[in-house]
């Protein structure tokens, strides 16, 4: 059975850190790019990070460049999101899901993924 599942997900405080990881089960993720979305209350989701397959290259949207960190551990099977001076902002839901194609995935067009996690929670607050 082809999964993605999203933890470490929960509540951090503005200015402080939080890690992801999106674990896959049933398929080998080091075929695919990898990329984070998410979705705060009330919008569309977005992308935020996309990891290629194999040579490390990453692609952060301009609202969490500087600030998360995308990486792959593909022994694992796991991709990670550090998550670091997070800001109130940064609430959400947080998925993950896997791209064929990297130049497809730096896109975020949400076509371009085909299996996705359920989502985990991140809320940032004081």
């Known amino acids: 059975q082809v999964q993605l599942v999203e933890s470490g997900g929960g509540l951090g405080q503005p200015g402080g850190s939080l890690r992801l990881s999106c674990t896959a089960s049933g398929f080998n993720l080091d075929y695919y790019a990898v990329g984070w979305f998410r979705q705060a209350p009330g919008k569309e989701r977005e992308g935020v990070a996309c990891?290629?397959?194999?040579?490390?290259?990453?692609h952060y949207s301009d609202s969490v460049k500087g600030r998360f960190t995308i990486s792959r551990d593909n022994a694992k099977n796991t991709v990670y999101l550090q998550m670091s001076d997070l800001k109130p902002e940064d609430t959400a839901v947080y998925y993950c899901?896997?791209?064929?194609?990297?130049?497809?995935?730096?896109?975020?067009?949400?076509?371009?993924?085909?299996?996705w996690g359920q989502g985990t929670q991140v809320t940032v607050s004081s």
């Open positions: 899901a896997t791209a064929p194609a990297y130049h497809r995935a730096i896109l975020f067009v949400e076509g371009a993924y085909n299996y």
């Open positions: 990891i290629s397959a194999t040579d490390g290259r990453t």
